[in-house]
């Protein structure tokens, strides 16, 4: 008897934490995209849930810092370069204050609080885009003196954009 209520307990701590904590390799939205795309924009609406963590870099490689609030990767992009000279750009548009955290495929991260429209929404502008994957974050502003996040619904919802032509 005492087996089978152990076996109980490891079943429920593993569909707890499944549950709960879902790892950052996941992402809640997947595309894969080839440079000169249509419709551009290409863009998807993700549900901002649980955002707690902090980001996966304090920095970037321009020295931006990467601010906000997170939990895992919101969009994953597999992206093929072409010689058309066209940049890739990320942004978000919401309601809240949003950042972003973006991840080329050489594992060089670009970062942004509020140079999209209407002073809030994050954009990141790669001039030179490489072909592989791209894992894109967005988080809640917070506050990097006072740690505070901003007020956020549990179930706000971002717009997240990628193209080669306009930002949001």
Do not use: K
């Amino acid at each position: 008897m005492r087996n089978l209520s152990v076996a109980g307990a490891l079943i429920a701590a593993c569909l707890l934490s499944w549950v709960a904590a879902p790892t950052s390799a996941s992402a809640q939205t997947r595309v894969e995209l080839t440079s000169g795309f249509e419709p551009d924009p290409w863009s998807t609406t993700i549900e901002l849930r649980g955002r707690v963590s902090n980001a996966p870099r304090a920095t970037d490689a321009r020295g931006n810092a990467c601010l906000g609030a997170f939990d895992w990767v919101d969009v994953e992009v597999q992206f093929t370069a072409a010689n058309l000279g066209l940049p890739l750009i990320v942004s978000a548009g919401s309601n809240v204050d949003t950042t972003l955290v973006v991840e080329d495929p050489w594992g060089e991260f670009y970062c942004d609080d509020d140079s999209g429209a209407l002073g809030y929404n994050p954009l990141v502008f790669i001039q030179t885009p490489r072909t592989g994957r791209y894992r894109i974050w967005v988080g809640v502003y917070r506050n990097p003196e006072t740690l505070e996040i901003s007020r956020y619904d549990y179930g706000s919802r971002v717009r997240v954009s990628i193209s080669e032509l306009y930002s949001q």
